[in-house]
């Protein structure tokens, strides 16, 4: 049961990061969606992409699947963390080599992030519970992300991640 659930959300996040990449510029600049999906091209904002959707995803599921597996909600917490780390790992290892950036590369790499997500997911679900404190550290660091993903939608830090790699 648990490998269709793995599927349908790698196709899921797929899909509705995909289209989340457009939904900022179809909503006539929404503001209140803007804290949700991407609103330029920097790296940061294409995290959003993955962040959003797979934790839609995996709160929906882990209360689906809650008496069988308990710490599902914890395991794709941690395979969201997996898959954030992958995006600007890859992303940067990629156009550092080739000294340019790839579309193509970027959607793969997109997809690769969320597949590697949600395998991380599906193999810690299967797991006897783990100790409370990591509960709190990964239910921590989801809310720091999406504090930090709402902030810095509109007051980004002056770092490489957060311009726009394509300018």
Known sequence: MLKKYTVGGVLFTAVLGTLS???YKLSGENSLLALLVPVSESTWEHMKMLFFPMLLFCAFESVLLRKRYPDLFFAGAAGILIGLLLIPTIFYTYSGILG???A???MV???VSILCGFLVRHRL??????PGISRWILGAALLALAAAFF???????G???FE????
């Open 21 to 23: 990449h457009f939904f």
């Open 100 to 102: 340019k950036t790839c």
């Open 104 to 106: 193509a590369a970027d």
């Open 109 to 111: 790499l997109f997809y």
């Open 125 to 130: 679900a299967g797991q006897k519970r783990r």
């Open 151 to 157: 902030a810095f939608t509109w007051n980004p830090p």
């Open 159 to 161: 770092l490489g991640i």
């Open 164 to 167: 726009n790699p394509l300018a």
